[in-house]
T-cell receptor, first 113, second 108 residues
């Protein structure tokens, strides 16, 4: 089924470890983004991309890196995990002006101990 | 940057009741969307509504861009409407900013 696929669904890291959260979409969407959601809060934008090879920072980019080598994939890298990065991470994509609604992945619940 | 405020923060309804959720934003926006996050965490796009009114079944939304607010109406609420409702706005560039959400619980 078409959509946004995130892996893993759950992850526990130790402080200082690094890891990559994977995100892939098969809808040929140009725009992809990563959000984090903390308890009782809305989604905060980490990084986004408007196409292959183009990325930019969102509201809370520190401690995260992204790259966009293909239209389909938009991985999020945690460089050195910290307890403050414990959160639920969502990847989203959307099409162009004719198809502006977002499609979200199912989320990755990350705990840093 | 742009500020997005949603009200009320929490809402409890009896099944069958109607409700109105509000989203205020501090600056002109290019578009506005409403999302529902169900109790399992899944986020669903409800409306893309930069201006005007749209309806989809028991849900409808109105955005008055000149007055910087949007309303989401839920009629004849059902227990499956429970969850968190977010509005999100794009104000120039490519960033989409979310409000903190309205948490809705519909009692059977």
């Amino acid at each position: 089924n078409a959509g946004v696929t995130q892996t893993p669904k759950f992850q526990v890291l130790k402080t200082g470890q690094s890891m990559t959260l994977q995100c892939a979409q098969d809808m040929n969407h140009e725009y992809m983004s990563w959000y984090r959601q903390d308890p009782g809060m809305g989604l905060r934008l980490i990084h986004y991309s408007v196409g292959a090879g183009i990325t930019d920072q969102g509201e809370v980019p520190n401690g995260y890196n992204v790259s966009r080598s293909t239209t389909e994939d938009f991985p999020l890298r945690l460089l050195s995990a910290a307890p403050s990065q414990t959160s639920v991470y969502f990847c989203a994509s959307r099409g162009g002006l004719a198809n502006y609604g977002y499609t979200f992945g199912s989320g990755t619940r990350l705990t840093v101990v | 940057g742009i500020q997005v405020e949603q009200s009320p923060p929490d809402l409890i309804l009896q099944e069958g009741a109607n409700s109105t959720l509000r989203c205020n934003f501090s600056d002109s926006v290019n578009n506005l969307q409403w999302f529902h996050q169900n109790p399992w965490g899944q986020l669903i796009n409800l409306f893309y509504i930069p201006s005007g009114t749209k309806q989809n079944g028991r849900l409808s939304a109105t955005t008055v861009a000149t007055e910087r607010y949007s309303l989401l109406y839920i009629s004849s609420s059902q227990t499956t409407d429970s969850g968190v409702y977010f509005c999100a706005v794009k104000a120039g560039g490519f960033k989409t900013i979310f409000g903190a959400g309205t948490r809705l619980f519909v009692k059977a």
